[in-house]
Nanobody
Framework: QVQLVESGGGLVQAGGSLRLSCVAS????????MAWFRQAPGKEREIVAR????????YYTDSVKGRFTISRDKPKNTVYLQMNNLKPEDTAVYYC?????????????WGQGTQVTVSS
């Protein structure tokens, strides 16, 4: 069993920065990848960024490319999302998720979410 705990959300003005952290506890994470998703009010949840745990290969959704950076610290079992030049449309609840296998696109574990609010 893996527990994911996010932190780092908050209120920031447009153009500002935040760094989200997600710690995987319970056991050392040895799965395929970890990712950040977000869900804004009235919208579907979308993937923001993903990083493969072993090789560190990253993926970003188009709307955050060049502004967000996902990284991981393997000894600390932690994944980060550095968010720069934030825009009001980035306002959402951000969730950390862990995917155990490359054979499926399903994410097996989810955090409780952290609110990010960007004011204009």
């Amino acid at each position: 069993q893996v527990q994911l705990v996010e932190s780092g959300g908050g209120l920031v003005q447009a153009g500002g920065s935040l760094r989200l952290s997600c710690v995987a506890s319970g056991r050392s994470f040895t799965g395929y990848a970890m990712a950040w998703f977000r869900q804004a009010p009235g919208k579907e949840r979308e993937i923001v960024a993903r990083i493969t745990w072993s090789a560190g290969i990253t993926y970003y959704t188009d709307s955050v490319k060049g502004r967000f950076t996902i990284s991981r610290d393997k000894p600390k079992n932690t994944v980060y999302l550095q968010m720069n030049n934030l825009k009001p449309e980035d306002t959402a609840v951000y969730y950390c998720a862990a995917r155990l296998s490359y054979l499926t696109t399903d994410y097996n574990y989810w955090g409780q979410g952290t609110q990010v609010t960007v004011s204009s």
